[in-house]
């Protein structure tokens, strides 16, 4: 839908309608403070593609539940010598289609009378100090504030001082012909695979007992070719789900970054970059969506602040437990395996997921951290410190 805006001049910019940029874009739109605020939406998509299946786990309900697509009380991790099912009661492992979440997202901010969204491919983004020029294939538009959803892993070619691994990974949406899955169960990360010298897992999530969607990821440095992920894809589901006739429904892939970079350079007064542009994905997991929730409720009461958007992020502790972690698994790779196994073996998965959340206290933290092989830590935190 290419169509010229007559308004070129807006109060916020915010480029990119996925996770970050539809659930700011909401945000502004729903509260009373931001009325008299005109504010543009732009993605070089239309957002009508179910390009992504989100996962998270959260305590009771929740702002998504209404598009929850499964949910699962228990989850499943493997190692090489260890396997356990867990109940994570009070928490959820709740899933969400990415279509499901653009359509609804994209409905209610259509009936904000200040948001404007238009598909247009963003090619340059100018900070002009006092305001911000963000040209696109659909005309030049000026903003006081821009925020930047998009993301190149380009941005990190020209550092070397904080390791950058990927969460890389293929999944596949099969339906078998015969019950192969357990719908109750989610497999959070399985081990038991061969790892080839690196961090490799399968996760599974299950529909129901004939249709799941099993994904091959690793956290490595590099990319494979595409045979590599689809014929483990393929052994897996023949081995271990003992199944061999079953269709191919739907596919996806991912890139996530993982890194202790420095994101907060990129952004000036005026510009902000949000979601995995603004380093919003968890280096250690690549979990980014929850993450991404709970900063732009922060980020909403930030902007009544009127302050400069640089100063927007901050780092904290777990920002250095998983910089620990990355110079790890970047230094030698193969030792991905054994940390989770640990972690999970000496943890429960409900202090695993408050840690993740960045929500425990320095005794629950030394818990963690005490349940994974100290060794390989302590040398990390020599390393970085001399
Ligand atoms: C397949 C997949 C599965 C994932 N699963 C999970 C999960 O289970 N849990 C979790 O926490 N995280 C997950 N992630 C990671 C993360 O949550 C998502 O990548 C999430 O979409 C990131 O949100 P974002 O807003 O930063 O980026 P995006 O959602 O990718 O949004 C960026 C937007 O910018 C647009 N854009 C890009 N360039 C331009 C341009 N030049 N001009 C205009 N528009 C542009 C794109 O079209 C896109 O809509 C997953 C990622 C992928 C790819």
């Not at 598909?119 to 020029?133: E, P």
């Not at 590099?222 to 006739?245: D, R």
Request: aromatic share 16%.
């Amino acid at each position: 839908m290419f169509f010229e805006l007559v308004q070129t001049d807006y109060d916020f910019i915010i480029i990119g309608a996925g996770a970050a940029g539809l659930m700011l874009a909401d945000a502004l739109g729903s509260d009373p403070y931001f009325k008299d605020k005109t504010v543009l939406l732009l993605d070089k998509d239309a957002k009508k593609t179910n390009d992504r299946t989100w996962c998270f786990w959260e305590k009771n309900a929740g702002d998504f539940d209404k598009i929850i697509y499964k949910s699962w009380s228990q989850i499943e991790f493997s190692g090489e010598n260890y396997k356990a099912d867990h109940e994570i009661t009070p928490y959820s492992y709740k899933m969400l289609r990415g279509l499901d979440f653009y359509n609804s997202y994209l409905h209610r901010i259509r009936s904000y009378g200040n948001i404007t969204f238009s598909q247009a491919l963003v090619v340059d983004i100018t900070d002009n100090k006092n305001h911000v020029t963000v040209t696109s294939e659909n005309g030049s538009f000026h903003a006081k504030k821009v925020f930047n959803s998009t993301f190149d892993y380009k941005s990190f070619y020209k550092q070397s001082k904080y390791p950058v691994l990927q969460q890389h990974f293929i999944g596949w949406f099969i339906k078998s012909d015969k019950a192969v899955f357990n719908p109750e169960k989610a497999t959070f990360m399985d081990f038991s695979i061969p790892q080839m010298g690196n961090t490799r897992f399968m996760y599974v999530l299950p529909f129901s007992e004939t249709e799941g969607l099993v994904e091959y990821t690793l956290f490595s440095p590099s990319v494979l070719p595409e045979e590599a992920y689809e014929s483990a894809i393929k052994e897996y589901i023949e081995e271990k789900l003992e199944c061999t006739k079953y269709e191919i429904i739907e596919k996806e892939r991912g890139n996530i970054p993982m890194t202790c970079f420095n994101f907060s350079a990129n952004n000036s007064d005026n510009i902000l970059h949000i979601g995995i542009a603004g380093g919003w994905a968890k280096p250690s997991t690549g979990y980014t969506f929850m993450s991404t929730n709970r900063k732009i409720k922060e980020l909403v009461v930030f902007l009544k602040r009127n302050k400069p958007l640089h100063t927007f992020n901050s780092k904290d502790r777990y920002w250095y437990y998983d910089l620990l972690l990355l110079d790890i698994l970047y230094e030698d790779n193969s030792k991905g395996r054994r940390i989770f196994e640990s972690l999970f073996k000496g943890s429960s998965p409900q202090l695993i997921f408050k840690f993740l959340d960045e929500d425990t206290n320095l005794k629950e933290d030394l818990q963690i951290i005490s349940s994974c092989p100290k060794t390989y830590f302590i040398n990390a935190l020599l390393k970085r410190l001399f």
